[in-house]
């Protein structure tokens, strides 16, 4: 029986992800830090598609949340399909952050997908397939947002799987590895971060629904990098080969914005920072 592992699958982009892979066959494993939406998304998915899903509460940020889902993917039934979606964004500044907050999205925009790759991708060898989407974003394709660590992140995440993906052991393996390079996206991340996109144009915004969709299908093609949307899909192309010079002036600065305030950084802020940890969801 197919089996499919989803980190931050309690909503947005993984919960989408789940409901496509449940549609197609997969039994589910839900991962999100939060029990009580993970477990009312594993309801609905049950009584949607009829599939068999479990969940598990981990916090990726932390490396005992990782190990959890490590110990699942060496131990539990095989996984044939792995979503590394869960992630996080700051909506404040580089300078007005602390440097708890900026560890911590390090530590599961980063460091969760490589540990969470490295403990199913050996398993999925052996069997000879399976398939790891690795949820990066446009903004990884260079500064788009300045004064915010989350594009740098970001980038390492699409290098990261087109590393993997492209290699001759992983290809003659049988393992997929994909890079998803989503827009921006409707989901509770961006308010819930304080990241105001109210002057975003329409036009940027993508159902989280056509991400996994769109992701899945490149998946089955056998593509490594997934950019959904004509429109993204052109802003990459510029990103990746325009001159710097013709590309700077069209991101995005947070130092522009409101949260731009020196008079309170994070290090005077309780416990290191504002907030405590960032949320985990999905991101653009």
Same mark, same amino acid.
């Given at each position: 029986?197919?089996?499919?592992?989803?980190?931050?699958?309690?909503?947005?982009i993984g919960e989408a992800f789940a409901r496509h892979l449940a549609r197609d066959g997969h039994d589910l494993v839900l991962v999100a830090r939060a029990p009580d939406p993970l477990e009312r998304t594993a309801r609905t998915l049950r009584a949607d598609t009829g599939r068999h899903v479990d969940v598990l509460s981990a916090d990726l940020a932390t490396a005992e949340g990782c190990a959890a889902v490590e110990?699942?993917?060496?131990?539990?039934?095989?996984?044939?399909?792995?979503?590394?979606?869960?992630g996080t964004v700051l909506g404040r500044p580089f300078p007005t952050t602390s440097v708890v907050e900026e560890s911590a999205l390090l530590d599961l925009n980063i460091r969760a997908v490589m540990r969470l790759t490295h403990a199913a991708l050996p398993r999925m060898l052996r069997a000879g397939g399976g398939a790891i989407v690795n949820v990066a974003s446009v903004a990884g394709c260079g500064p788009s947002w300045l004064a915010s660590s989350y594009p740098a992140s970001k980038a390492w995440v699409?290098?990261?799987?087109?590393?993997?993906?492209?290699s001759k052991g992983v290809r003659q393996g049988g393992v997929r590895v994909l890079a998803v390079l989503p827009g921006y996206t409707r989901t509770a991340l961006h308010e819930r971060n304080a990241v105001d996109t109210a002057h975003f144009p329409s036009w940027?915004?993508?159902?989280?629904?056509?991400?996994?969709?769109?992701?899945?299908?490149?998946?089955?093609?056998?593509? &490594? #990098?997934?950019?959904?949307?004509?429109?993204? $899909? !052109? &802003? #990459?192309?510029?990103?990746?080969?325009?001159? $710097? !010079?013709? #590309?700077?002036?069209?991101?995005?600065?947070?130092s522009r914005t409101d949260a731009w305030d020196l008079s309170r950084t994070g290090a005077d802020l309780p416990d290191g920072g504002y907030p405590k940890r960032p949320v985990q969801e999905e991101k653009p």
């Open positions: 029986m197919a089996l499919a592992l989803v980190t931050g699958a309690s909503s947005g110990e699942r993917l060496h131990s539990g039934p095989p996984v044939d399909v792995l979503v590394n979606n869960a699409i290098a990261f799987s087109e590393s993997v993906g492209r940027m915004w993508l159902p989280a629904d056509r991400i996994a969709s769109t992701a899945l299908r490149d998946l089955r093609r056998g593509r &490594v #990098v997934c950019v959904p949307g004509r429109r993204y $899909r !052109a &802003v #990459v192309q510029a990103m990746r080969h325009l001159p $710097r !010079a013709l #590309v700077l002036p069209l991101c995005w600065d947070l």
